[in-house]
């Protein structure tokens, strides 16, 4: 089984968070690699210092990581009274967009969120790249 990595930014507020899902990478030094960037150097991700990243360690359900290759994921959450998306929970990363409606069928058994999509994904592809204007 080969893995990826995730980055995401976590910015905390008072009454929310707001995550930012950078991308999914081939290595975990790929990963450290577009954090290090993205706090030095984009938008919104290097004006704030309160915000923090976590790099996530995921399976991928492929026999190659192919950059080039989409692949599928299962994404569910929760909303707050803002309608800001907590609770975030994502799945494997599948090859076959089959995989991931099979998948589906039984991850919110284990996870209880009231919204969920199979989203597709590329490994080594940025998200949020032009960045994003700070609320403060």
Not at 21 to 30: H, N, Q, R
Not at 58 to 74: G, P, Q, R, S, W
Request: aromatic share 20%; with cysteine; charged share 30%.
């Amino acid at each position: 089984m080969n893995h990826v990595y995730t980055v995401t930014f976590i910015i905390q507020y008072e009454n929310t968070k707001d995550n930012f899902l950078i991308g999914f990478f081939s290595s975990y030094k790929k990963a450290k690699e577009i954090r290090k960037y993205y706090s030095e150097n984009v938008i919104g991700f290097k004006d704030n210092p309160e915000g923090y990243y976590e790099i996530e360690k995921i399976k991928i359900n492929a026999k190659k990581i192919e950059t080039d290759k989409k692949f599928y994921y299962v994404n569910g959450w929760n909303e707050n009274e803002y309608g800001d998306e907590i609770d975030i929970v994502i799945s494997d990363l599948f090859e076959d967009p089959n995989e991931a409606k099979i998948f589906l069928k039984h991850y919110p058994k284990e996870f209880k969120r009231q919204y969920w999509i199979i989203t597709g994904c590329n490994i080594d592809k940025c998200y949020w790249e032009e960045g994003f204007l700070p609320y403060n």
